[in-house]
């Protein structure tokens, strides 16, 4: 129903910060809830942050809150992962993904997923 393709990875030190974007196209990109999930090599996929398909709610998870912010832009069907304070720990693919919800953040209930973005955090 959607594409996703995201941007933005690379290598930082550990205190600097990246910027991810996620360039939607298909249909109607304004009714997904969209969200960012990240998986390190031998773990599980993890929730990241969500924000609602009227940009009016985020949610993030406990081990990147103060630190990432996200957002988007439905003029522009795109959503972006602000990352401050980058730690050795956020070292992972990072992948945007849209959920036929208002907003969740649980992995099940996304049913888009984009290719990945590596982000990479030295110490």
């Known amino acids: 129903q959607v594409q996703l393709v995201e941007s933005g990875g690379g290598l930082v030190q550990a205190g600097g910060s990246l910027r991810l974007s996620c360039a939607a196209s298909?249909?109607?990109?304004?009714?997904?809830?969209m969200g960012w999930f990240r998986q390190a090599p031998g773990k599980e996929r993890e929730f990241v942050a969500a924000i609602s398909r009227n940009d009016g709610y985020t949610y993030y998870a406990d081990s990147v809150k103060g630190r990432f912010t996200i957002s988007r832009d439905n003029a522009k069907n795109t959503v972006s992962l602000q990352m401050n304070n980058l730690k050795p720990d956020d070292t992972a693919v990072y992948y945007c993904?849209?959920?036929?919800?208002?907003?969740?953040?649980?992995?099940?209930?996304?049913?888009?997923w984009g290719q990945g973005t590596q982000v990479t955090v030295s110490s």
């Open positions: 993904a849209a959920a036929n919800r208002i907003i969740s953040w649980q992995r099940h209930e996304y049913n888009n």
């Open positions: 298909g249909r109607s990109f304004s009714s997904y809830g």
